[in-house]
C-alpha cells in the first residue's frame, strides 16, 4: 500500500483536500487499489478497485458507519438509518426495507409529478432561472408530500424547504470544521442553522404526534412506516425512532436528487446533440406533451441512459467514510480496530481503466451492448452492500419523471459568463445554475 504523494508534515493531506477535493481524489487510484492519506496527522484509506470497495461495503459490521464526518452529523439525524450502527442499522433496514419497494414507490408517481410541474409552470418564458434552487424545490417538495401527504399544508412544505436549505449549507462546514470549534460560536450562521434544526425537528413532532392520534388514514410514506412491523424482537418504530427516520428521509432525500437533476439540465443543454434525442424521445413516448406516468418509464429508454450517465460524472455521493469495529486485512494490509476507511464513487467514476475517456459525457456507454463491458462494482452511485441506498428507485422514478416532465415543456440555455463548477460539499452540487427558460413550441 502507498501513501498519496504530498503530504506535509502535520498537515498531511489537507492542503489538495482542501483545494481541490475530487481532482486529489481521482488521482489516487492511479496509486494503488489502497491508498493511506492523511487527515492532519490522522490516517485514513481509500478503498480504490472495485473488488476492493465491495468487500468493504458487503462487511457492514467490520466496516460500520462511523468516523469523523459520521459524529458531525449524528446530532443533526439522530440514530436513523442513514447514522445507526450495524446492529440498530438492521432491525431499522428490515422494517424500512418494503416501504421503498417498486409497487409502493409507484404510487407515489402523481405526487412526484405534482411537484415538478408545481415549480416549472411557474418559470416565466425567456426569464433566467436558477435551476439548481428549482431542482432543491421540486425534491423537497416531493419528498415532503410523499411522506406526509394530506396532513400537512403548503405553509409547511414551504417552511421544510426553508429550513433544509439552512441545513444543507451548515453541515459540510460542520462536517469539516477542525475540531468542531467552529460551530460553538455563536456567528449568525450557527444561529439560523440551530433554529432552522430546532424548527424541522418541531415541526416532524407535531406531524408524527397528530398522525399517531389520527391512527393513519392516510396513504403516505409516514402512514407505512408508521405501521410497519417486524417479526418478533423487530417490533415497530417508536415515536422517537419515526422522527429520526422522517428527519433522515427529509434530509438523505431530498438534496442528492436534486443535486443529480441540476446536473442533468446543465449537460443536456450544453450536449445540444444529446438534447435533440432526448427531445425527439419525449415527444414520441409523451405524445401531445402529457404528463408522463410511471408506466411510461421502460420507453423513456435514453432518458434512463442520461441521468445513470449523469450519475457516473457528477455522483451526488463524492465520498463516504466506515470505522473499523475490530482489526482487520484490507489488500494486505493490517488495520487497526477504529481505523478511517474511505470510498469514493466519484474516484471510482473517473478512473480510466474501470470507464474510457472517463470526462466525457456519453450515455451511449449506457447501451445495452456497451453496458455489459462495465466491469462489476464499478458503477455505485448509491453504494453497495446492506448500506446501499435505500431511496435508489425512488429516486431514479423521481428524477426520470422529472426529467422529462422538463424537457417536454422546455428548453433551458445556459447563460453566456455564467461559470459551473463542481461544490463537492456534503453531496456533489453545481453551485448557482443561472439558465434561460424557453418554451418548447407545441408540435
Ligand atoms: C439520485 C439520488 C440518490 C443518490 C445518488 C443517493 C445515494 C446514496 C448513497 C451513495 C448512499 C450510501 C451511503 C453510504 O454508503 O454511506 C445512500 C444511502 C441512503 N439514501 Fe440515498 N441517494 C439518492 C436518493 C435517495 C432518496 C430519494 C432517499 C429517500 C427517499 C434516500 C435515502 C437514503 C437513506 C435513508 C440512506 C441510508 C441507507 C442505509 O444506511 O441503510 N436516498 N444514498
Redesign the pocket.
Known amino acids: 500500500m502507498r501513501t498519496a504523494p504530498g503530504a506535509l508534515p502535520l498537515l498531511g493531506h489537507a492542503l489538495p483536500l482542501r483545494r481541490d477535493p475530487l481532482g486529489f481524489l481521482a488521482s489516487l487510484p492511479a496509486h494503488g487499489d489502497l491508498v493511506e492519506v492523511r487527515l492532519g496527522p490522522r490516517p485514513a484509506y481509500l478503498v480504490c478497485h472495485p473488488e476492493l470497495v465491495q468487500r468493504v461495503l458487503s462487511d457492514a459490521r467490520t466496516f460500520d458507519k462511523g468516523g469523523p464526518l459520521f459524529e458531525k452529523v449524528r446530532p443533526l439525524l439522530g440514530n436513523g438509518?442513514?447514522t445507526s450502527g450495524w446492529h440498530d442499522?438492521r432491525r431499522q433496514?428490515r422494517l424500512m426495507q418494503p416501504v421503498f419497494g417498486r409497487e409502493r414507490v409507484g404510487t407515489y408517481a402523481a405526487d412526484m409529478v405534482r411537484g415538478i410541474t408545481a415549480v416549472a409552470d411557474a418559470w416565466q418564458p425567456g426569464r433566467v432561472v436558477d435551476v439548481s434552487a428549482a431542482m432543491q424545490s421540486v425534491t423537497a417538495r416531493v419528498?415532503a408530500r410523499t411522506l406526509f401527504s394530506t396532513s400537512i399544508d403548503d405553509q409547511d412544505v414551504t417552511d421544510i424547504q426553508h429550513c433544509l436549505v439552512v441545513l444543507f449549507s451548515g453541515v459540510y462546514r460542520r462536517m469539516t470544521a477542525p475540531l468542531g470549534l467552529w460551530e460553538k460560536l455563536p456567528t449568525p450562521g450557527n444561529r439560523r442553522f440551530r433554529a432552522a434544526h430546532d424548527r424541522l425537528r418541531g415541526l416532524i413532532h407535531r406531524i408524527v404526534r397528530a398522525h399517531r392520534r389520527a391512527a393513519g388514514g392516510h396513504d403516505d410514506l409516514l402512514t407505512a412506516l408508521a405501521t410497519a412491523h417486524g417479526d418478533g424482537a423487530d417490533g415497530s418504530l417508536s415515536d422517537r425512532e419515526l422522527c429520526d427516520q422522517v428527519m433522515?428521509?427529509l434530509v438523505?432525500?431530498t438534496e442528492?436528487?436534486g443535486h443529480?437533476l441540476a446536473w442533468a439540465v446543465h449537460l443536456v443543454a450544453t450536449h445540444p446533440e444529446v438534447e435533440a434525442r432526448l427531445h425527439a424521445e419525449t415527444d414520441r413516448v409523451l405524445s401531445g406533451r402529457r404528463s408522463p406516468e410511471v408506466t411510461d418509464l421502460p420507453r423513456l429508454e435514453y432518458t434512463g441512459r442520461v441521468f445513470t450517465e449523469v450519475?457516473r460524472l457528477y455522483?451526488?455521493?463524492w465520498m463516504?467514510t466506515r470505522t473499523t469495529t475490530s482489526e482487520t486485512e484490507l489488500a494486505g494490509r493490517s488495520l487497526p480496530r477504529g481505523a478511517d476507511v474511505l470510498y469514493s464513487?466519484y474516484a471510482l467514476h473517473r478512473d480510466p481503466r474501470l470507464f474510457p475517456a472517463p470526462g466525457t459525457f456519453d450515455p451511449d456507454r449506457w447501451s445495452p451492448d456497451r453496458a455489459r463491458l462495465v466491469p462489476r462494482g464499478a458503477f455505485i452511485?448509491?453504494?453497495a452492500g446492506n448500506?446501499?441506498?435505500?431511496?435508489e428507485h425512488?429516486?431514479t422514478v423521481?428524477?426520470l419523471l422529472a426529467l422529462s416532465t422538463l424537457c417536454a415543456r422546455w428548453r433551458l440555455r445556459p447563460v453566456p459568463g455564467a461559470e459551473v463548477r463542481p461544490r463537492p460539499e456534503t453531496t456533489l452540487g453545481t453551485g448557482p445554475l443561472p439558465m434561460l427558460a424557453l418554451p418548447r413550441a407545441r408540435r
Open positions: 438509518l442513514g442499522h433496514r419528498t433522515t428521509l438523505a432525500g442528492p436528487t443529480a450519475l455522483p451526488p455521493g463516504f464513487p452511485p448509491f453504494g448500506r446501499k441506498c435505500i431511496g425512488f429516486g423521481e428524477a
